[in-house]
């Protein structure tokens, strides 16, 4: 059975509008069924370089770190509040949550920390109840946190723009919030 030319251009086009955003190639092969060797292809013609190697940041930690985890947040919430208002596949919601969230940096003159690719493995972690979203118990804001660690019988979480740590608001790198 031969596959059909118009799947397979919207394989392009989905796979070709990732790179343009910067994603990974295990991004790239997760979200679309095309070759790696073609993927790689598509890579250079767009980028005219191949693409990164290494391995994809896997920790969860990295999303509960202050600055990260309002960036994290602040995605989160812009891809649950998509999912529960659009029918949209997938990668699609992906890629409009996180131009949405590009969007809301750059509109209030911040570096945005979250790259395509985190975003990726942030809904991956949310989707495999490893992250969710908690309620903050002061300001009524959803934020991501471990699943299971705040709650309804656990602990009550307070967010990090309620209580910031002692040194919230002391760093000069791109994204930093002040």
Known sequence: MSKSLIAENQQLQQAMRLIALGARMAVLESETS???ERLVRLHREITGQSPSKGQLPYSTDWFLAWQPNIHSSLFMNIHERLDKS???PSTELL????????EEMVSQGVEPMLSITRAWRLV???HSDMLCLTLCTQCGGHFVTHTHE???G?????CGLCEPPARAGKSKRAGAIH
């Open 34 to 36: 095309l070759s790696h």
């Open 86 to 88: 659009l029918a949209l």
């Open 95 to 102: 890629i409009k949550a996180w131009e949405l969230y590009r």
């Open 124 to 126: 991956k972690f949310v």
């Open 150 to 152: 705040y709650g309804p």
């Open 154 to 158: 656990f602990k009550p979480f307070v």
